[in-house]
């Protein structure tokens, strides 16, 4: 696998970013992508560890999401808030997840993310209309490490 500045460039980046973007457009949860490389802990524990670490749970609605990515490991995990837990079936995610998988065992990560970011907008619509006053409550960007 690729360096982690190697896995994404700067164009796909954006690409991701301008989903993420759209995304929230529709909705009032906020939705952020991590990469790494590697983790020891269980994929999950390691997406939870890092949705408090980049203050995820803190907003209003508990309704942020995180694409996690650990890409030596060739696994993801999405993490949703309480907020979002407490109101939707337990197999919520799985269209998202099957979206990202899809596109990453083809190699194709910036696809699969920019469309797993759009899908998992389009989830949360559902249940988390924007709102007039919606405020961007988390940063748009990519985190890493
Ligand atoms: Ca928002
Ligand atoms: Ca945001």
Redesign the pocket.
């Known amino acids: 696998m690729p360096a982690i500045e190697d896995f994404l460039t700067q164009a796909e980046e954006q690409d991701i970013i301008e989903a ?1 973007r759209s995304a ?1 457009q529709h909705t009032s949860g ?2 952020r992508v991590h990469i790494e490389r590697h983790t020891n802990l269980s994929i999950e524990l390691r997406a939870m560890e890092l949705f408090h670490f980049l203050k995820m749970d803190n907003t209003k609605l508990q309704n942020a999401v995180l694409i996690y990515v650990a890409i030596d490991d060739k696994n993801f995990y999405i993490y949703g808030d309480k907020g979002i837990n407490d109101v939707v079936p337990i197999n919520f995610w799985n269209t998202t997840k099957d979206t990202i998988q899809n596109y990453f065992i083809k190699g194709q990560f910036k696809t699969g993310l920019v469309e797993g970011v759009l899908k998992a907008g389009k989830a949360l619509h559902k249940h988390f209309p924007k709102q007039h006053d919606d405020i ?5 960007n990519i985190s890493k490490g």
Do not use: Q
Not at 136 to 140: F, H, Q, R, T
């Open positions: 993420i929230e906020e939705i961007d409550e988390l940063p748009n």
